[in-house]
C-alpha cells in the first residue's frame, strides 16, 4: 500500500527564516518521492525528487529535502524564506505495482511568508 | 525547456454537456496521464495511458470518462454528460519511459479549470 501524510496543513514563517514542511511516506516497494509546489491560479511545479541516489536532493530555489528510509520522512527545507515561496506544496511518492506506475500525493501544505 | 501544454485554461459548461480537455505532453514522452484537484481537496489520480491504451485507472475514471491519443501529439480527457462534482482542475501530465531506471518523472501542464453549471 501506499500513502502520502503532510503533517502540517498550514505553516507559516517569517521571511528570511528557516522553512520546514514534513512529509512521511509508506510504500511497499523502493519508491521515488517529490516535492512539486503550486502557485495560486498556477499548475504543479517540479521542485525536486529523490529517485534512489543521494539522500540529500537539491532542487530550484534554494530547497532541498532529505530521504530518511528509517523514518520514512522526506521532508523539505529552505534556509531563508522568500515572499515568492508563499505557495501550496505537495509531497508525493511513486512506485511500480505491478509493472504499472502509481503516484500519490499528498494534501498539501500552504505555506506563508510574513514580511 | 520542452513543457506540457492544455487548453483550454478555463472551460465552462452546463451540466449533461460533453467536454473535451486537451493536452500536449512533452514530444517524447511515452507515458500520459490525467489527475483532477477538486477545490480545495487533494490532488486525485484519474489514468495513465501508455502505447495507446489505458495502463492504470482509479475509482473516479468511471464510464463517463474516456481519453484518447487522436493523433502524435494530443492527449484528450472526454467527460460523456458532465455533473456539478465534475468541477474541478483537470491536470495532464507526462513521463518518460525509462523500463527498469526506476519511477520516472512526471511534468504537469498548467491544468484546465472546468466548472459545470
Known amino acids: 500500500a501506499q500513502s502520502v501524510t503532510q503533517l502540517d496543513s498550514h505553516v507559516s514563517v517569517s521571511e528570511g527564516t528557516p522553512v520546514l514542511l514534513r512529509c512521511n511516506y509508506s510504500?511497499?516497494?523502493?519508491?521515488?518521492l517529490f516535492w512539486y509546489v503550486q502557485h495560486p491560479n498556477k499548475g504543479l511545479q517540479l521542485l525536486l525528487k529523490?529517485?534512489?541516489?543521494?539522500?540529500l536532493v537539491k532542487g530550484i530555489n534554494g530547497f532541498e529535502a532529505e530521504f530518511k528510509k528509517s523514518e520514512t520522512s522526506f521532508h523539505l527545507t529552505k534556509p531563508s524564506a522568500h515572499m515568492s515561496d508563499a505557495a501550496e506544496y505537495f509531497c508525493?511518492?511513486?512506485?511500480?505495482?505491478?509493472?504499472?506506475?502509481?503516484?500519490?500525493f499528498g494534501i498539501g501544505t500552504k505555506l506563508q511568508v510574513i514580511p | 525547456e520542452p513543457e506540457v501544454t492544455q487548453t483550454p485554461s478555463h472551460q465552462v459548461t452546463q451540466m449533461g454537456q460533453e467536454v473535451i480537455l486537451r493536452c500536449v505532453p512533452i514530444?517524447?514522452?511515452?507515458?500520459f496521464y490525467w489527475y483532477r484537484q477538486i477545490l480545495g481537496q487533494k490532488v486525485e489520480f484519474l489514468v495513465s495511458?501508455?502505447?495507446?491504451?489505458?495502463?492504470?485507472k482509479s475509482e473516479i475514471f468511471d464510464d463517463q470518462f474516456s481519453v484518447e491519443r487522436p493523433d502524435g501529439s494530443n492527449f484528450t480527457l472526454k467527460i460523456r454528460s458532465t455533473k456539478l462534482e465534475d468541477s474541478a482542475m483537470y491536470f495532464c501530465?507526462?513521463?518518460?519511459?525509462?523500463?527498469?531506471?526506476?519511477?520516472?518523472?512526471?511534468?504537469f501542464g498548467p491544468g484546465t479549470r472546468l466548472t459545470v453549471l
Open positions: 514530444s517524447n514522452h511515452l507515458y
Open positions: 495511458f501508455y502505447n495507446n491504451e489505458i495502463s492504470e
Open positions: 510504500s511497499s516497494y523502493s519508491p521515488s
Open positions: 508525493v511518492v511513486s512506485d511500480r505495482d505491478g509493472g504499472y506506475q502509481k503516484v500519490t
Open positions: 529523490y529517485t534512489s541516489a543521494a539522500t
Open positions: 501530465a507526462s513521463s518518460l519511459a525509462t523500463g527498469l531506471a526506476g519511477t520516472d518523472t512526471q511534468y
